[in-house]
């Protein structure tokens, strides 16, 4: 691991252990400290991928390990600005272990994989983006409707007490999850679309054996689609049959397990198109 990997780490790791006080204590330092934290993990990674993409000339987006610590700081920002514009930093508790999970993740396995030039392309460049984008915005929903999930069993409890003092109300959560996954469906679904474009333009008049084997049979490309019909129905539920609240959380909770499938083992071990 390089030096700026195991700080960016360790800054990761102070804020999810801030977080989870502040989420203990409602301490108000606290909850600042943790905030500083993860504002500090995302403005160095965001200089790392900088100087990364300087290095290789394009967004260093390459490999399996490349992509999950690009979604990690996708996730990081993303997570910032919604703590920014709600003023609420309870969320940060579920949010930020997965940061650590997935960048130690990405760390342990790290690899430089300088990219081929059929990947300089700004199509790759624009897939990628709007994938992580889309898979950011449904670890959010996920999240949120897990929040969900926890306060509605406390208050139908009737015994208001942990949750019921630190996260936002029922409506506000599912009103945020739904923002989340209309974000992240439209994201995907242009990511989908742009890849698909993309590979036509490949297949014709290239021998990469990672291009030919890019095909619907390949674990990430089907498990992707997957996940987009998963989604693609949550919006319909929500919208024509009026899921929402606690079913709409599990689906998002079923869609992002679907997501953490696809960006970590079979991006690592099952697919033959999208490790290089």
């Known amino acids: 691991m390089t030096t700026i990997t195991i700080v960016l780490l360790l800054l990761y790791l102070a804020a999810g252990v801030s977080y989870g006080f502040f989420f ?12 500083l934290s993860l504002t500090a993990a995302a403005l160095i990674h965001t200089f790392a991928v900088g100087m ?17 610590s690009a979604f990690v700081w996708l996730l990081a920002v993303a997570y910032l600005y919604t703590e920014v514009t709600t003023d609420e930093r309870a969320m940060g508790v579920f949010i930020v272990p997965l940061l650590v999970v997935l960048q130690a993740i990405s760390a342990l396995s790290d690899g430089a994989i300088e990219p081929t030039p059929i990947l300089n392309s700004h199509w ?7 994938l992580l984008f889309a898979y ?8 949120v409707g897990i929040t969900y999930v926890l306060l509605f069993r406390e208050l139908k409890s009737k015994q208001l007490g942990f949750f019921a003092a630190r996260l936002p109300s029922l409506h506000v ?11 992240g469906w439209l994201f995907l679904t242009v990511g989908l679309a742009v ?12 021998a990469d054996p990672h291009v030919r084997a890019m095909s619907f049979f390949d674990p990430k490309i ?48 099952l697919t033959d198109s999208h490790n290089f």
């Open 222 to 269: 089907s498990v992707v689609l997957l996940s987009w019909l998963v989604y693609s129905f949550e919006i319909y539920a929500r919208s024509v049959i009026g899921w929402s609240g606690k079913r709409a959380a599990w689906l998002s909770a079923l869609g992002f397990s679907i997501v953490l499938l696809n960006l970590v083992p079979i991006g690592y071990f």
């Open 124 to 130: 790759f460049a624009l897939h990628v983006v709007s």
């Open 24 to 35: 203990a204590q409602r301490s108000q330092m606290v909850g600042r400290l943790a905030t």
């Open 136 to 143: 950011a915005a449904f670890a959010l929903a996920c999240v």
């Open 52 to 68: 990364r993409t300087v290095e290789v000339g394009q967004l260093p987006f390459v490999g399996t390990s490349a992509v999950i």
């Open 195 to 206: 890849g698909t474009v993309w590979l036509f333009q490949l297949q014709p008049d290239t």
């Open 173 to 183: 959560i599912d009103a945020m999850n739904g923002r989340a996954v209309g974000v």
